[in-house]
């Protein structure tokens, strides 16, 4: 099997367009402390630096931090890729819908445009404006329509969704929000679990540390003891007894068994995190994506949804995908993770997170980048997944964790992935 992240360009080119935005949402990392993303546009000259790879390349998103809508060469830098790209390739991006209007839309629909997701997080207006602020549901459902509307009467091709983040707010929502979007035309619909970049975003995340495996490992040793009238979740009360009854010994045995064999699977395991985990929300959470499955594939629109738990099989789309993100000053990129500087609480705790670069469009070719040694070498070593899982690990935080800077992981790798969700299967973006 092909690995597509060693083709000689790559598949996915991401280009941060504008770091502007007309909204102020709670949930961006615009806003949070430690933001190290100044307001730009990208330099229509860059593209230059592009057009060797895109023969090659599949899909063109034109989304980073910002609002597309407020970046003048957006139409141009369309037409560009149109230009260079095979019959079928997608070109799109991800708008808030704010700033819609027709005579815009058929401008960009008729420049190649043929992929669009607008930002639909709840259809009760006091949620939707305090997760984005400075917006409205009616703004961003008249997007949805508008676009559909014009894309009929153009006879155009366009791939059209939505983008829903789930949090504690307004997760009841998402059915409500799904059948309007149906009704409006739409083919796709995105979800994603929250990345809180502010600890006062960390109450609002709705899923938990603990990856699906540790926690299918935990419920088959709990049941299978259960049924030998040993109760594993009582280890925490008897652990530090001086003296044990015949019973807390067998339960104390049974976990050393069961951390012993999560060891030998490679499984992370923190039985204190499991036990403490909200059940019952999980299981709605369960019910809801359920409920949104079996709507989408009823009415044909494709579904993305994020895991109830992160997985405990580690996969990096971005780089088995072939992807690139350029940043608006030309940066080169491996991932959406590493594309900024900012601080975030994905795992409950604070993460410095620094931006990698492989160098800048105004230096070098974009296939020049790519094929550097350096470059090749990073996705490679991504790729055997050979990292830690830091969010379900029983001595996390660590130093290596709590680090301003990355040097290396409790592995020795150097790549800065252990303590990234994104592999875990619960972020989700337009790709």
């Not at 149109?82 to 704010?98: A, D, L, P, V, W």
């Not at 975003?201 to 540790?214: F, N, Q």
Request: charged content about 25%.
């Amino acid at each position: 099997m092909e690995n597509i992240y060693l083709r000689e360009s790559p598949s996915k080119i991401y280009i941060e367009v504008t770091t502007r935005c007309n909204l102020n949402c709670s949930m961006c990392v615009k806003q949070a402390e430690g933001c190290g993303i100044r307001d730009g546009d990208f330099d229509l000259n860059l593209s230059r630096s592009i057009l060797s790879v895109l023969p090659d390349v599949n899909t063109v998103i034109l989304s980073g931090i910002g609002e597309p809508l407020l970046y003048n060469s957006l139409s141009p830098l369309i037409e560009i890729c149109k230009n260079n790209m095979q019959e079928g390739s997608r070109i799109g991006f991800q708008s808030n819908g704010m700033l819609i209007e027709k005579s815009r839309v058929r401008e960009l629909l008729n420049s190649g445009l043929n992929l669009v997701c607008i930002s639909v997080d709840a259809v009760s207006e006091d949620i939707f404006q305090q997760m984005r602020k400075g917006g409205n549901v009616a703004g961003a459902e008249n997007a949805i329509s508008i676009f559909r509307e014009e894309a009929l009467a153009l006879q155009k091709e366009l791939s059209l969704g939505v983008e829903f983040v789930i949090t504690q707010k307004n997760y009841r929502e998402l059915i409500y929000v799904l059948k309007d979007a149906i009704s409006r035309g739409i083919d796709f619909a995105i979800i994603s679990h929250l990345i809180p970049y502010d600890i006062s975003l960390t109450p609002l995340s709705l899923y938990g540390k603990d990856t699906d495996r540790a926690i299918d490992l935990y419920e088959r040793t709990r049941e299978s003891y259960l049924k030998k009238g040993i109760d594993i979740s009582r280890y925490f009360n008897i652990r530090w007894k001086l003296y044990h009854s015949e019973e807390e010994d067998k339960i104390r045995k049974a976990v050393e068994d069961m951390l012993l064999q999560a060891k030998e699977e490679k499984i992370f395991l923190n039985l204190q995190s499991i036990l403490n985990r909200n059940e019952k929300q999980a299981e709605e959470l369960k019910a809801i994506f359920s409920e949104a499955e079996a709507l989408c594939k009823s009415s044909g629109v494709e579904l993305i949804l994020p895991g109830v738990y992160p997985r405990g099989d580690k996969r990096c789309e971005f780089i088995e995908s072939g992807s690139v993100f350029i940043s608006w000053y030309g940066d080169v990129h491996p991932c959406h993770f590493l594309w900024h500087k900012f601080i975030s609480y994905i795992s409950g705790w604070k993460k410095y997170v620094n931006p990698i670069s492989f160098g800048n469009l105004k230096e070098n070719s974009l296939k020049e980048i790519w094929n550097k040694p350096e470059y090749i070498n990073f996705r490679k070593d991504v790729a055997l997944y050979e990292y830690p899982v830091c969010s379900n690990c029983s001595l996390a935080p660590c130093d290596y964790i709590y680090s301003e800077i990355f040097e290396q992981d409790c592995y020795t790798n150097t790549i800065p992935c252990c303590d990234c969700q994104w592999c875990l299967g619960l972020f989700n973006c337009l790709r």
